[in-house]
Structures are given as C-alpha cells and as structure tokens.
C-alpha cells in the first residue's frame, strides 16, 4: 500500500536507508548497496533506535542485577530463546510464551518491555557493515494480547500461589490486524487493512513466506476508514471500562 500510496500523491520514497547524520534541514543517509546520499526536508519525524529504557535493577543485599534482569538492549529478559544463533537456526519456538522473566518468577514483561530473542526479519548491512533491518512490528493489537495474558497469570499467581495457571500469547502464534488511515471523510474517507499471521513468521509450518496467506492480507478502501472509526469509538469504550467493555478485543 505504502508505495502506491505515496506515487498516487507525487511522494518520493527510500527505503533500505540508514541515517548516517542530522543537520539543519539536512539528512545524511547509506543505502544497502553501500552508497550515500543526502535528503532536504522541511519537517521530519526519526524513530530511535529500538532499545528498552535503561531501568537498572538491585537485589536486596544492594547488588547490581541489572544484567540477570534485562538484555544489552535494555528490555526485560523472558522465557525466548536468546541462544538461537545465527539466522539460520532462528524458529519460532524462539519467541516467548509466558513473558516471565526466567529469574524472578513474580516479574513479566508485557507488550513492548519484552527483549526479543532476535530480528522477525533476515539481518541486513551495506558493504560498509552498517546493519540496516526493518523494524519489528511490535504494535498494540500484540501488545493488547500479551497485556491481557500476563495480567490473567498474575492474578492467578495471587489467588492461586503455587497452583497458578501461567497464560501464554506467543507472537509466533497469533495474528494481528492494522488499519492505516489515509484520508478521513464519511464518504471520501480511505484506509488501509491489513491482517497478518503468525506476527512473527514460522517457516516450518508455512514454508515459503512463513505465514498463512488465507489470513495475511490486506485492501484499502472506504471499508477501511468506517473499521478505523467504529474501532475508535469502541476502544475508548473499553479503555474506559463502560458497560459491556470486556467484550471488545484487543
Ligand atoms: C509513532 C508510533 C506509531 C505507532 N502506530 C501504531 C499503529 O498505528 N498501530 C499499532 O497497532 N501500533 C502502533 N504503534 C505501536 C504501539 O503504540 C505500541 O506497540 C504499543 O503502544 C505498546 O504498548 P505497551 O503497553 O507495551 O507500551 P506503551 O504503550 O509504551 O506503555 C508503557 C507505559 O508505561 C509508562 N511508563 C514507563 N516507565 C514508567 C515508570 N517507571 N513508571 C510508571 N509508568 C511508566 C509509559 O508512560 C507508558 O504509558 C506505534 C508506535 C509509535 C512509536
């Protein structure tokens, strides 16, 4: 959607960039092919690199834990598989389940706050060894699941100790729905839907792009924009707790 979006409105596009450096008006960028370029802009908007917020963690003897507690990046460490290696051997078994943190048993790490065992997608470097990889897509449907998993197990764990039922939300096996809006109006309105699953793809059980295509797809038209508008409506509804809220997914 993205490209044709931005051909139908006379938008150039890079993709594969690397910001190299920021100035007035001025960006400095490496392709994946190694070469360099420079971009003009009027207004911009630069996602950081994606890293928890740098909590640090202490026992009770005043110990530094930090390291037991989060990966390098700063996220929280869960049951994923951080040994999986190199890309090759990356599985979607990999991915967590419970989002508990391996260590301390009472803490989780819901939504965004989990460190990843790896990239969703092949790591990519220009010829220079800039590492240049898309994002992962971790976005609020995901969030939504995994927040209300990890909320059902600590309730269980303070009612039922010992007992507890432990919930899971993999996002190697859950899909996720997004709706992109590109211009608002009753009639005029456009957006673009998009369902995607696994999140995370699982190439041993969908071989080839690594999800169910039955369930991967996306169209983007007035329907989209009315699902954009009823959506918010009803998720304000639910993150209000209004009558009838726990029957609104995530
Ligand atoms: C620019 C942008 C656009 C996006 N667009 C979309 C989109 O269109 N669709 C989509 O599905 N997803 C989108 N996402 C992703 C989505 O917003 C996130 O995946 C989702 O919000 C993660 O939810 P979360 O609850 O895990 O974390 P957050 O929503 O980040 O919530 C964490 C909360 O913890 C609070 N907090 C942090 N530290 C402390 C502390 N010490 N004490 C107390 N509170 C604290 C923060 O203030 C924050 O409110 C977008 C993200 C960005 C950045």
Redesign the pocket.
């Known amino acids: 959607f993205a490209e044709s979006l931005y051909a139908e409105r006379g938008v150039e596009w890079l993709i594969g960039a690397h910001v190299e450096k920021v100035e007035e008006g001025k960006l400095t960028y490496e392709l994946l092919d190694g070469s360099k370029g420079e971009e003009e802009f009027d207004f911009s908007?630069l996602?950081p690199p994606f890293a928890g917020?740098g909590?640090k963690a202490y026992d009770k003897a005043g110990e530094d834990i930090t390291s037991t507690i989060f990966a390098p990046n700063g996220f929280m460490k869960v049951d994923a598989n951080y040994n999986a290696g190199a890309y090759e051997n990356w599985k979607a078994a990999d991915w967590p389940r419970t989002y508990q943190n391996p260590s301390y048993s009472n803490m989780f790490a819901?939504?965004?706050?989990f460190a990843p065992p790896h990239l969703i997608s092949k790591p990519m470097s220009s010829p220079n060894g800039t590492p240049i990889n898309p994002t992962p897509p971790?976005?609020?449907?995901?969030?939504?699941i995994?927040?209300k998993a990890v909320a059902h197990s600590v309730t269980s764990l303070m009612q039922d100790g010992a007992n507890a039922h432990i919930h899971e939300a993999s996002m190697a096996e859950m899909g996720?729905a997004?709706?992109?809006s590109a211009g608002k109006g009753l009639t005029t309105g456009t957006a673009a839907a998009m369902t995607v699953f696994p999140v995370v793809p699982d190439f041993q059980t969908y071989p080839g792009t690594g999800r169910d295509t039955d369930y991967t797809f996306g169209e983007i038209g007035l329907a989209g924009h009315w699902i954009k508008h009823i959506l918010h409506y009803m998720f304000i509804h639910k993150a209000q707790l209004k009558p009838g809220w726990t029957l609104i997914p995530e």
Do not use: E, N, S
């Open positions: 908007m996602i917020v909590l819901a939504g965004i706050a971790r976005t609020g449907m995901p969030a939504g995994i927040g996720a997004c709706v992109a």
